[in-house]
């Protein structure tokens, strides 16, 4: 075993995740902040990580250059968007490092470069990091699994900052594929998006999305099991967004030992097949 604090790399330092990563990691035991990259052109390349999150100085200067930032990294914490984490997917598995992957909004051809990337690199792939939520999905996929579709509807409800650019959530994608696998579908064929005009009588067994955005909500997820007289909600909120550093750096630390593969939040903590 390692005792040394495992070096990582903060990805997209400049946004809200990255400046939160980057002070989580200078207070948290067992990891150091080994390099923190930037978007090329941003104004805050060259300035130090610590100044830019509000540590003051701290050594560590943000820069435009992945490649030279992972070579003697052993981890990347990954919170950008799906084209950059492509990038960045196929660096890591070059330098056989930590991915820890919180980017949402990836499509199939996305999902399948990062899981050609797992083949060399330790992936930890998540639409959300925190341990509420990922409890939160076991949950749902139990309800599901004992609620028939005959007699129960499933609809899932979203709500989070004006600035967030994906719809629906990574985290309600998370929570829909959840109550898919409790009733043995396929979301995609099953998934209902988009409601407006004359839509008709709900259709039995589909698994519905609302979507709302505005304000600086940090994250508001509700799964809603309506049946004839009864109305089950399961829910979470998100108050702060240290919840997704802190799960994020657990997976770094949880892979540093791992073999080459494609992890969830649901293994690190010990909750797959749950």
């Keep these: 075993m390692n005792d040394a604090p495992m ?22 035991d067992g990891v150091t902040l080994h390099a923190a990259v930037g978007r090329p052109g941003s104004h805050f390349i060259g300035q130090d990580a610590g100044e830019l999150a509000g540590l003051g100085r701290i050594g560590v200067t943000i820069s435009d250059d992945p490649l030279t930032a992972f070579l003697e990294a052993e981890g990347v914490v990954d919170f950008t968007t ?42 930890v792939k998540s639409g959300n990091m925190s341990l509420g939520v990922n409890l939160l999905s076991v949950f749902v996929e139990q309800a599901a699994k004992a609620l028939t579709p005959a007699a129960w509807d499933i609809e899932v409800l979203e709500m ?28 995609a064929s099953a998934s209902v998006r988009v409601r407006d005009g004359h839509t008709g009588a709900r259709e039995s067994g589909t698994i519905g999305f609302a979507t709302l955005r505005g304000g600086s909500v940090v994250g508001e997820h509700s799964v809603y099991f309506a049946s004839e007289g009864e109305l089950l909600t399961l829910s979470h909120s998100a ?29 690190v903590l010990g909750l797959a097949g749950a």
């Design 82 to 123: 799906p084209a950059t984490t492509n990038v960045f997917s196929e660096l890591a598995a070059q330098a056989r490092i930590v991915h820890v992957i919180g980017t949402t909004g990836c499509s199939l051809d996305d999902e399948a470069r990062i899981a050609a990337a797992a083949r060399h690199a330790r992936v």
């Design 160 to 187: 989070h900052h004006k600035r967030k650019v994906d719809a629906p959530s990574g985290t309600a994608l998370l929570l829909g594929q959840a109550a898919a696998r409790g009733r043995g579908i396929d979301l």
């Design 239 to 267: 108050g702060d967004r240290s919840i997704f550093s802190r799960g994020a750096i657990a997976a770094a630390l949880w892979a540093r030992d791992k073999k080459p593969g494609l992890y969830s939040m649901l293994d």
């Design 7 to 28: 070096k990582l790399v903060v990805v997209g330092a400049s946004g809200r995740m990255g400046q939160s990563l980057i002070r989580l990691i200078h207070e948290t």
